[in-house]
C-alpha cells in the first residue's frame, strides 16, 4: 500500500482555479484568529458545573499533545512543534506531576502515545514507534524502536493520535492530506489498524477528514471518533463530527458530504448523502474537537457516568471565535445523543489563554485536560457540594 502517490484534485479548471486563487484574501479578510495570551493560568476564568474544581496538573510542557497512563502511575504525553515525549510521575499522588521527564526528542510530531504491557507506542508522521519499559527508566530511556513506518511523509493532517482497541490492535488515523481534496491513495482520510508488531494494516473506516480523538464504547467496544469539518465554507458549515463506527468499512463521507446532511460544492456533485454515515451529534463549525474519552469512573456524578468528554481545540478561521472548551455527549439508549458544553472559560472574546487538546481519566476518577497553547496538564474533580 502506498501513501506518497499524486493526489488527484478534482476536475478544477485552470480558469476556477485562478479565480479562488484571487479571492482567498478576501475570504481571509473576515477571518478572526484569537490572540494568543502568554503567562500564568486563569483558572478563575474557567466555568464548570457545580462541585467540579480545576487545578494545576503539570507546567512547562512544551506544546503537549496526546496522553496516555501506566499502572505505575506515571502520565505520558506526546507534542507537536517540541518534537518530545514526556513523562509526567506523580510520586506522592498529591494531583500534580512531580517532575516533567523528557524520555525522547527530536522527532516529528509525536503526538499520539499508547501504553500496552509495558511499553509505549508513540506516533511520528510516518511511523510508528515504540519505548520499551520506559517507567523504569525516565532518567535513561531507551532508544526507540520502530514499528512501522510506511504512512506518507505529507504533514498536512499528518499528526496522529493513536490508540490500542480491545482487539488488542493499535489504531492509527491518517488524515486528508489537504482542507479538501480526493487521494488517488485509499489510506488518506481513513482510520487504519494494525498488529502490535507492525503487520496487518487494514482500513477500518473511510471518509474521515481528520480525527485526533477516538475511545472505545464500555458497553459494547465500538469506536467512537471526533471528525474536523472542511475549512472555507463560511462561519457555520460545515460543523465538526462526533461520529460512531459500527462496522468495518464504513465511510463517513469525506470528501463528497458534511455533517451528513450537506454535499461538498465541488467534490459532492452527483453524490447523496444518505450513502454515508451521518454523525451521531453534529458538535459546531470550526470548535476543532480533538481528544475524547469515554467516562468510566465514579468520582464524577452518575450523570457523567458513560458520557464522552471532548476537547475543543478551538477555530483559528472564523470571524468569531468558537470552541477553545470541553463539552460532554450523552449517549442514550434509544440512539441518540445529548450534547452541552461542560469546561469553558479558556476564550474571552477574541483572546484565548489555552487550547483543550486532549482528555485522559485517570484511576481515581480524575480528568486530565492537556494544553498546547499554555503548555500545561489541568486535573479537574469532584466534591458534592
Not at 484511576?363 to 492537556?370: A, H, T, Y
Request: proline share 8%; glycine share 10%; charged share 20%.
Amino acid at each position: 500500500m502506498r501513501s506518497d502517490r499524486i493526489r488527484y484534485l478534482g476536475p478544477m479548471s485552470l480558469t476556477k482555479s485562478l479565480v479562488l486563487l484571487l479571492a482567498a484574501p478576501i475570504l481571509a479578510g473576515g477571518v478572526c484568529k484569537p490572540t494568543m495570551l502568554a503567562g500564568p493560568a486563569k483558572l478563575p476564568d474557567i466555568r464548570l458545573p457545580e462541585g467540579f474544581s480545576i487545578a494545576l496538573f503539570a507546567e512547562n510542557v512544551p506544546s503537549v499533545r496526546a496522553m496516555t497512563y501506566s499502572p505505575d502511575g506515571i502520565v505520558y504525553a506526546g507534542s507537536n512543534s517540541a518534537g518530545a515525549i514526556y513523562a509526567l510521575p506523580d510520586r506522592d499522588h498529591d494531583g500534580r506531576a512531580d517532575t516533567v521527564f523528557t524520555i525522547a526528542e527530536g522527532l516529528k510530531m509525536p503526538v499520539g502515545v499508547a501504553w500496552h504491557d509495558g511499553d509505549l507506542y508513540f506516533s511520528a508522521i510516518h511511523l510508528i514507534a515504540k519505548l520499551p519499559d520506559p517507567d523504569h527508566h525516565l532518567a535513561d530511556p531507551p532508544a526507540p524502536v520502530t514499528v512501522f513506518d510506511g504512512f506518507s511523509k505529507e504533514t498536512h493532517h499528518g499528526w496522529k493520535f493513536i490508540g490500542i482497541g480491545p482487539d488488542q490492535k493499535l489504531y492509527v488515523p491518517v488524515g486528508a492530506p489537504c482542507n479538501i481534496c480526493l487521494s488517488e491513495d485509499s489510506v488518506f482520510a481513513s482510520i487504519t489498524r494494525m498488529n502490535l508488531d507492525g503487520t496487518g494494516l487494514e482500513i477500518v473506516a473511510h471518509g474521515v477528514r481528520n480525527t485526533v480523538g477516538f475511545d472505545w464504547d464500555p458497553r459494547d467496544s465500538s469506536l467512537w471518533f471526533t471528525d474536523n469539518g472542511r475549512d472555507w465554507m463560511g462561519d457555520d458549515a460545515p460543523s465538526c463530527e462526533l461520529d460512531h463506527v459500527t462496522a468495518v468499512g464504513q465511510h463517513f463521507g469525506y470528501p463528497f458530504c458534511h455533517q451528513g446532511d450537506t454535499l461538498d460544492p465541488e467534490f459532492g456533485k452527483g453524490k447523496n448523502c444518505a450513502d454515508y454515515v451521518k454523525p451521531v451529534v453534529k458538535l459546531g463549525a470550526h470548535v476543532a474537537p480533538l481528544g475524547m474519552r469515554f467516562y468510566r469512573g465514579d468520582m464524577f456524578p452518575e450523570k457523567y457516568r458513560g458520557a464522552v468528554f471532548i476537547a475543543e481545540h478551538g477555530s483559528w478561521n472564523r470571524s468569531s471565535p468558537v470552541g477553545y472548551r470541553v463539552s460532554v455527549a450523552f449517549p442514550r439508549a434509544d440512539g441518540t445523543v445529548d450534547h452541552e458544553v461542560f469546561a469553558d472559560g479558556w476564550l474571552k472574546g477574541s483572546t484565548a489563554w489555552g487550547r483543550p487538546v486532549d482528555i485522559l481519566e485517570l484511576p481515581d476518577g480524575s480528568m486530565l485536560v492537556s494544553d498546547d497553547a499554555g503548555d500545561r496538564i489541568y486535573r479537574i474533580t469532584y466534591k458534592a457540594p
